[in-house]
């Protein structure tokens, strides 16, 4: 059984910050990889970013250069460090691992940017 418990998010104006963070527990894989996903109203759900246990990272074209994803293999734990927000990143920010051959979601938390 894993679990993934997110935490972070909240409103923020136009060009502020905001860092998640999502700790995982239970039963996981020594190589994995977890990252975020967002999903706004009425769109299809995203990848945001994606960190390997070890390897390189991923970032989707928009959030480049402005978010950063970083984990700690010890804790389990992936952040998602996100700057000069727009108000087009609002959406709910899930955390995702992918400890194969099972994939596992976060309960997604809320980010909301103002303009």
């Known amino acids: 059984q894993v679990q993934l418990v997110e935490s972070g998010g909240g409103l923020v104006q136009a060009g502020g910050s905001l860092r998640l963070s999502c700790a995982a527990s239970?039963?996981?894989?020594?190589?994995?990889?977890m990252g975020w996903y967002r999903q706004a109203p009425g769109k299809q759900r995203e990848l945001v970013a994606a960190?390997?246990?070890?390897?390189?990272?991923n970032y989707a074209d928009s959030v480049k250069g402005r978010f950063a994803i970083s984990r700690d293999n010890a804790k389990n734990t992936v952040y998602l460090q996100l700057n000069s927000l727009k108000p087009e990143d609002t959406a709910v920010y899930y955390c995702n691992l992918n400890n194969l051959p099972n994939l596992y979601w976060g309960q997604g938390t809320q980010v909301t940017v103002s303009s």
């Open positions: 239970g039963s996981i894989n020594r190589f994995n990889v």
């Open positions: 960190i390997p246990s070890r390897g390189i990272t």
